[in-house]
């Protein structure tokens, strides 16, 4: 049985998110090229960003296990109340956590509010191939030209 589309849907936007997120985390802190070379005072510094989780989670145990806590609450309010979504019977709309405190979403058009979903899958869709390439620059050597060329290391 394949999942429903409601599911897709759902495990795309997160990827995406978590994505977007990865890729801003490792553009700001890489030191040299475009990197920001930005470090919060007190946590370990490990120039290989494939090691840095690794590193992280040895020296600062509590924070790691804090922000597991925090990710594993966030997986359970995705998915805990929704209904079933991977036979489609969820009831909320793939992405939305409702939390928008500031009540931005409020002031859009449907209209609006479709094209910034859209946008965000596109860019989601992107971060993805970014990480990905990222991945494959780090450990197959020559793999992402485009990197080679702009001179990283």
Do not use: C
């Amino acid at each position: 049985m394949f999942p429903d589309q409601q599911f897709v849907t759902e495990a795309e936007i997160k990827h995406g998110r978590m994505s977007m997120l990865a890729w801003t985390g490792i553009w700001a802190t890489h030191v040299g090229g475009f990197g920001l070379g930005l470090h919060i005072p007190g946590y370990p510094v490990e120039p290989d960003w494939t090691k840095a989780l690794g590193v992280f989670a040895s020296e600062r145990p509590a924070d790691f296990a804090a922000i597991l806590f925090f990710i594993a609450i966030a997986e359970g309010e995705s998915v805990g109340h929704s209904g079933d979504n991977f036979r489609g019977k969820g009831s909320k709309v793939p992405g939305d956590f409702g939390f928008d405190y500031l009540g931005l979403k409020g002031k859009l058009s449907a209209e609006e509010q479709a094209r910034y979903a859209q946008v965000e899958r596109t860019n989601g869709r992107a971060a993805m191939i970014a990480i990905a390439s990222m991945f494959a620059f780090e450990s197959i050597p020559g793999s992402v030209p485009l990197m080679t060329l702009f001179g990283a290391q």
